[in-house]
DNA sequence: CAGGTTAGCACC
DNA sequence: AAACGGTGCTAACCTG
């Protein structure tokens, strides 16, 4: 058995690097018994689902000693981590959806045997702090939580390590893991030192989480649970249909290209090249980047397109074809695993707000005029795709939290809260939407002008008749704002703690809003997986849940979805509008299949 | 080659 | 008096 040894903020850590199965019988008396371990893993990649991934190394550890296991030899080794994982009473891991899914996947331990022992250090990082670095909190990766909470060096060193492997074994940042030696003395170290961390992490951040938030701790473990089920259960990808449509697009992309390149200008995505074009064809550019650069984005390039420029025509023909293609169509194939199925990355406890955020599957951010893109996505054989969403979940929220009796009568009444906030101030419905929404966001007068397309007077006004008409919403966010100025975070009826900058305090509303609309949907999501929805569940989508049902039954089940979501908060009920579609995700969208 | 920043686009 | 909140992804561009 190898050792190494490495000094963690005062202490030493020793790691035991198992070399042999007659040292095994030493690991589990390590562990028998103790009511808490850290846990990690390292694997080949981040790709879970994709042919040839592989669990390598498994490491256990304690805030002193850490033993590592190199699973990748196989046989006894890796009987020996699947016996002490099941056999764990508690574990501490960082981000453990992602380890809970190596294990099920690679070696054969079901999450569902995992989670119930679990305590996550990312969860109690963001309840203590949500913020990133940028934003100026202490971040929430296990490099900027060791870096603050435990020891600066080891960070750096973390942080350096993955460059320096790199550079020995003279490969790449992709490949480094899939063929670093197991035996690397500094692989081995690293390990073996960050189940360490994970477990002294759990020490110092379990009391820094608020009082008020404890209650949060459970949710948000059961969330990630869930979520982690929704990951591992993955959509099913058209990857005909998504073939050709890449495909389709390549050719309009490149017929494109071939014109704006006849017409003087080799790379349309220069900015630079591209506004240099334009201006020997007798534009001139008139808006500029904060940077001082020319500004050539669609607005400039739709208006001189309308005008009868061919350059502009065939640039935002070009520009739309390859976006759609690389970001979407592409995308999803490269991750599509071999059952044809793409598993999105679901981050519960993503933003300040604790909103999430779905990648991989960037669910959040498809196109939502155009049923081309969602077409890609089907539901299982013999199922249909449904789509549950809330009914104006933050304007209902925002009714709840404040009080305001107009727009809780509105809303119990079902009369047009668009129309009412229009009225108030003598405009149209349209710009009544959009102040409602507007206001939520902290927007004033000038950006409010620029958005409806009116006077910034106008927008004055329409704001004042928004705050007259709704008095009590007025009081909220400067309640909120005052809290915020005062103390420099604001606690939501969910216990949650949002930290506010003192130079925005403006945005205390909107956290509060949109947190508690989080929530809301965050309890429904437990709420359907204790009734056993989650299986149908394929993503949920801020105020939306997407599901893939039974066709025989479909509009039962999505009915069902939709009573189970349905809530009251603070008096106000937020209903849903159950949706049923087609085999496709576009057929929601207006595609017919 | 990797990482960060800027710009632009998509969504709620 | 005024204050646009949150997310992801790609490409270009600069720097170490």
């Known amino acids: 058995m190898k050792q190494h040894k490495r000094i963690v903020d005062g202490t030493t850590v020793l790691v035991n690097v198992v070399e042999t199965p007659d040292e095994l019988p030493a690991l589990h008396r390590?562990?028998?018994?103790?009511?808490?371990?850290?846990?990690?893993?390292?694997?080949?990649?981040?790709?879970?689902?994709?042919?040839?991934?592989?669990?390598?190394?498994?490491?256990?550890?304690?805030?002193?000693?850490?033993?590592?296991?190199?699973?990748?030899?196989?046989?006894?080794?890796?009987?020996?981590?699947?016996?002490?994982?099941?056999?764990?009473?508690?574990?501490?891991?960082?981000?453990?959806?992602?380890?809970?899914?190596?294990?099920?996947?690679?070696?054969?331990?079901?999450?569902?045997?995992?989670?119930?022992?679990?305590?996550?250090?990312?969860?109690?990082?963001?309840?203590?702090?949500?913020?990133?670095?940028?934003?100026?909190?202490?971040?929430?990766?296990?490099?900027?939580?060791?870096?603050?909470?435990?020891?600066?060096?080891?960070?750096?060193?973390?942080?350096?390590?993955?460059?320096?492997?790199?550079?020995?074994?003279?490969?790449?940042?992709?490949?480094?893991?899939?063929?670093?030696?197991?035996?690397?003395?500094?692989?081995?170290?690293?390990?073996?030192?960050?189940?360490?961390?994970?477990?002294?992490?759990?020490?110092?951040?379990?009391?820094?989480?608020?009082?008020?938030?404890?209650?949060?701790?459970?949710?948000?473990?059961?969330?990630?649970?869930?979520?982690?089920?929704?990951?591992?259960?993955?959509?099913?990808?058209?990857?005909?249909?998504?073939?050709?449509?890449?495909?389709?697009?390549?050719?309009?992309?490149?017929?494109?290209?071939?014109?704006?390149?006849e017409l003087g200008c080799e790379n349309i995505f220069s900015t630079e090249q591209l506004a240099d074009t334009l201006e020997s064809r007798g534009h001139t550019i008139t808006e500029f980047t904060p940077t001082g650069k020319r500004k050539v984005d669609e607005a400039l390039l739709g208006t001189l397109a309308a005008g009868g420029d061919e350059l502009a025509q065939a640039v935002v023909k070009a520009k739309k074809a390859r976006k759609w293609r690389t970001t979407w169509c592409d995308r999803f194939l490269a991750g599509a695993d071999s059952e044809g199925r793409c598993h999105a990355s679901i981050n519960p406890l993503q933003a300040r707000t604790a909103r999430m955020s779905i990648t991989g599957i960037p669910a959040q951010t498809l196109p939502a005029g155009d049923a081309t893109i969602r077409r890609c996505f089907l539901s299982d054989p013999g199922q249909v795709m449904a789509s549950v969403d809330y009914q104006a979940q933050e304007l209902r929220v925002l009714a709840a939290l404040s009080g305001d009796q107009t727009m809780i009568r509105a809303f119990q009444r079902n009369e047009d809260l668009h129309q009412i906030t229009a009225d108030a101030s003598g405009v149209d419905r349209k710009i009544g939407k959009m102040v409602n929404f507007a206001y939520v966001y902290g927007s004033g007068p000038r950006n409010i002008a620029e958005q409806g397309g009116i006077e910034v007077d106008v927008a004055r006004k329409v704001i004042a008749g928004f705050e007259k008409k709704y008095p009590k919403v007025k009081e909220l966010s400067q309640r909120l704002q005052k809290q915020a100025v005062a103390t420099g975070y604001i606690t939501t009826p969910f216990g949650r703690r949002l930290p506010v900058d003192r130079e925005r305090p403006y945005s205390a509303l909107n956290y509060m809003v949109q947190s508690s609309s989080r929530d809301i949907t965050a309890q429904a999501l437990l709420r359907l997986h204790e009734q056993g929805g989650t299986r149908f569940v394929r993503l949920p989508i801020h105020d939306e849940v997407l599901a893939s049902v039974p066709q025989e039954k479909a509009v039962e089940a999505a009915g069902w979805i939709g009573r189970v979501m349905a809530t009251e908060f603070k008096g106000v009920y937020i209903g849903t509008d159950p949706e049923v579609g087609g085999r496709s995700w576009g057929s929601l969208y207006g595609s017919d299949y």
């Open 30 to 261: 390590f562990l028998d018994g103790k009511p808490l371990v850290g846990v990690d893993s390292e694997t080949t990649g981040l790709d879970i689902y994709s042919d040839g991934f592989r669990c390598r190394l498994v490491q256990f550890g304690t805030d002193d000693e850490s033993w590592v296991v190199p699973v990748d030899k196989g046989g006894e080794f890796r009987y020996a981590a699947r016996h002490a994982l099941k056999n764990i009473n508690r574990m501490v891991l960082q981000n453990a959806s992602y380890d809970l899914q190596v294990f099920d996947r690679a070696l054969g331990v079901p999450m569902e045997t995992l989670w119930p022992k679990v305590i996550d250090t990312s969860i109690l990082a963001h309840l203590t702090d949500p913020r990133g670095v940028k934003e100026g909190g202490v971040g929430l990766s296990l490099e900027d939580l060791t870096r603050h909470h435990i020891d600066p060096d080891v960070a750096d060193e973390v942080k350096g390590l993955m460059n320096v492997l790199r550079l020995q074994h003279k490969t790449t940042k992709a490949h480094i893991w899939k063929i670093i030696p197991l035996d690397d003395p500094q692989y081995e170290l690293y390990a073996g030192i960050d189940p360490v961390l994970a477990f002294r992490l759990y020490r110092k951040l379990m009391p820094l989480v608020p009082g008020e938030s404890k209650n949060l701790i459970r949710q948000e473990h059961e969330l990630a649970a869930v979520c982690s089920y929704i990951e591992r259960t993955g959509f099913l990808l058209d990857i005909e249909y998504t073939e050709e449509l890449s495909q389709r697009f390549r050719d309009v992309e490149e017929a494109h290209l071939w014109t704006a390149r």
